[in-house]
């Protein structure tokens, strides 16, 4: 039999060599039919991709675009014959593909017409360049169309070619799939005559094992084998302790050896008994051990007609014990299976099941005795309690959901029932059973069918549904506060082709990604939700003007300029297109506002993608000049195309100058450069004004540095801090290095802070100046008098001056409102000991009056317009000295 089992192996093992052979030489085939069109084709789709663009370069020089040339036509044709060419070429490549196999008569047939074609086309396009005015185009249009059908006529050779491989190479493996089914029936059949021996012999150990499996399952405890005179022969079961001993030990030995005479006789009685009348013997015992007292229950059985007995014996202790509380348990536990309290009619705890410590973690001895205080949460106040005793009292029944605090300190939510049984008479009640089942899991649950009925899986956004609701909501809010509300909706553009070539695997991925990455842009306000799709909606509330929308749009759009990588280590870029709708001048409903976002956002894709669109035309054109600017800015920070202008400080008591106020510019070709009121909010809103006043602080303290090398005196040059610098923080570290770098007195710096820029630091306003005025700064507040300044904080404010706004100088000394507020801030500033500068001075009677009530300083059109470096130079400090 061993013998005859080898050679069936070593069939089997020829079989499956033989096999492995075949399926190799066939897949080596299918591999050399793939190169073997693959390489061809791709040739020829990169030939007809150059010709086609050959064409539309063409079309376009014949209609005089600019944008085309012949040089471009004659390039994509070069391009077109290489790859023609390498259609037949041995040693051609794709990748690691190499084309070995020489093309067929008519493939070549096919190929030198259509670079025939090709070379063709590409002399008449010399020829028109070199004589622009002979033809109309016409023999162009028609080579092309020519080489169209050529290049068609390549493409269906090739693929005639490749189905003859194919068809071939099927037959071929029908061939082979046959010849590896017989082997398969030879191998089946080998293998049938090597097992169909062995059968009988692994049936028999089958039975065997199946009767020792049925025998040891069948032990509940602990089982012995005995003879006659109660000396062990095996022992079975977990528990062989109770046997007095391990098995070593036991077999040989006699229950002589280890209990007591009067238990040892009772075994070797109870033994004889079965053995004599061949049955099953019921035996009840008890034993001392460690624990206390035992009681035990066996069950001897004689083994066949062997002087031999099968003691099998279980521990019944718990069941005699429990027989005591079985009436009261029966009751309560009847029915249920959850947790269970029993209480007498003072409350007290009777009993409990084991549930009931699993749910709460008090053991059974911790509760009986206590009452259901124990358990009580504090979520509930005496009301409930009230009502609850008020129900058992008057209907013996109540139930509801009721929290209870578990013994580790958790409070978890029950579903509970509570009786009143009667007592063992009947008369009235005697006890109360409370059955209570943990629904913490069922609350949980809830929670996330419900986060799945409103959220999407894949983004955890709001879905549609979820999202229609929050814009009805914010329409609402909105009509009562007479608010407004954008609507934007995002579509991915071309996600349908990276969803093709990726798979939906990295296109879920994708849309996950850019999920978080648009979230993080928005405010608390706003809410992102996924539209369907790779379409996200996005609610603004609280908008104050609808131009804010655009600008979200664009800083959305910018965030998707930067790659994804996605877990596999790809990088992938991705754009978007966005509709904008607004409330209440587009719609006056969830629905229409999100149609009208949509016919937006499809308007943004009409007009070439990865940009934004109002549903208002007049909005679009707003926010693309803000975009426009807000570009303009960004290039002038990078190109340096700010400059400094400068206007005097002038002493109203001597005319002399004092100094001058630093105003920046931005340059502009061709004309006048433009002031910061056109550019400032745009700079403080996209962040871009810290970048700026890094700028400029610079600017204005190596320039004074440079004068002051030039032996030029002035008392002070003065620098506005915008109120965005001031929020965003680092002001006096980055002065610190400003003057460590240029080496400007600290002393002729001076700070100007706008007023209600320091008071939205608050409490923080002091501490800031203080941190100014360590480096020793000059700081002045600007625009004083148009903030909400307390004066209490004022004369606390290490300043060293009051500047009042333009607002009341301009009508002074005509505006007798505007005449005592300027009185009074300069009366002010006297008493604080500060020194007071007057803006936006023009006329001299302007001058006059300052003079007159006292005013320290003044800058205006009167003295000068703010005037660049070097005529400020000439003018004021040149001149002067």
Known sequence: MQYSGSLVLLAITALAVVALVLTGWSSARWDNALRDSVVPLDRLAQSRVHSLQAELFTERLLQGDPGSSAALVLANLEHALQAARAIVSAGSRLGDLALDRPPSAALQAAVDDYVRVLEEMAGRVRARVAHPQDGSGLELRILHATLSEAGLKVENVLLADMNARYRFQRELDRLVGLLLALMMLAVVALRWRA????????LKVVDSEARLRAFVFAMPDVAFMLDSDGRYLEVFGARRALAGGGRERLIGASVFDYFAPDVAEGFVRVIGEALAERRVVRYEYSLDLAGGRRWFEARVSPVDALPQVVWVSRDVTERRRADERIRLHSVALEGTRDGVIV???RGSIQSVNRAFSTITGYTEE????????????GRHDAAFYRAMWSALINAGHWQGEIWNRCRNGEVAPHWMSISAVGGRDGDGASHYVGVFTDISQLRQFEERVSHLAHYDLLTDLPNRMLMSDRLEHAIETARREEGQVAVMLFDLDRFKNINDALGHELGDELLAAVAERLRARLRRDDTLGRHGGDEFLLVLENLRDPADAGSLARDLL??????????????????????????????ATAAELIQDADAAMYEAKRLGRNTFRYYQEELTRVANTRLALESRLRRALDESLFEMHYQPLVRLDSGRILGAEALVRLRRDGGPPIGPAEF???LEESGMIVELGRWVQREVCRQGRAWLEEGLEFELLAVNLSSEEIRRGGVAEQLRLVLAETGFPPEKLEL???E?????RGEEALAFLHELKSLGLRLAIDDFGTGYSSLSYLKRFPVNKLKIDRSFITDIPHDQNDVQLTATIIELARGLGLRVLAEGVETEAQRDFLAERGCDVYQGYLCSPPVPAELFRERFLVARG
């Open 195 to 202: 097992t169909a021996h062995q059968r009988d012999a692994v």
């Open 343 to 345: 209480t007498d009619l």
């Open 366 to 377: 911790e509760a009986i005795g206590n009452t259901p205080r124990m358990l009580r949460s």
């Open 558 to 587: 910018a965030a998707l300029d930067q790659p994804f990588v996605l877990r596999s280590g790809k990088e992938i870029y991705t754009k978007a297109s966005i509709g904008i709708s607004l409330f209440p001048g587009d719609g």
């Open 680 to 682: 400032i909010p745009v």
């Open 752 to 754: 100007e802070i706008t």
């Open 756 to 760: 209600s820029g320091l008071m939205q």
